[in-house]
């Protein structure tokens, strides 16, 4: 699992790649609320590169999502596709995050 952050317009775009299980989710954790720490609050997160997402990282963005929210801003998806993409529909999370 890769992850390239960079800042856009006042919005945190982080690209998530590879595969993402519970022993990578604390260093998405603490990186990300790093960013809400200092005050960034908007966050595009691209998981078009990922093949896979266990339960713990989709609770990692959730985290994030509801961190961000507290302090006025949210989280957005994009490029949901294959297991990724099932995973976010069973747990219907796809009704919680703005999915562009």
């Given at each position: ?66 961190r961000a929210r507290k302090k006025g801003g949210g989280v957005s998806?994009?490029?949901l596709h294959g297991l990724v993409k099932e995973l976010f529909t ?11």
């Amino acid at each position: 699992m890769t992850t390239e952050v960079s800042i856009h317009d006042k919005q945190v775009k982080v690209t998530l790649s590879g595969s993402i299980y519970v022993q990578d989710t604390a260093a998405i954790l603490e990186k990300l609320l790093g960013f809400i720490d200092r005050g960034q609050t908007s966050f595009l997160i691209d998981l078009s590169a990922v093949d896979y997402m266990d339960s713990a990282g989709l609770g990692t963005l959730l985290a994030i999502h509801n961190r961000a929210r507290k302090k006025g801003g949210g989280v957005s998806v994009k490029g949901l596709h294959g297991l990724v993409k099932e995973l976010f529909t069973h747990a219907r999370v796809d009704k919680v995050f703005a999915i562009v």
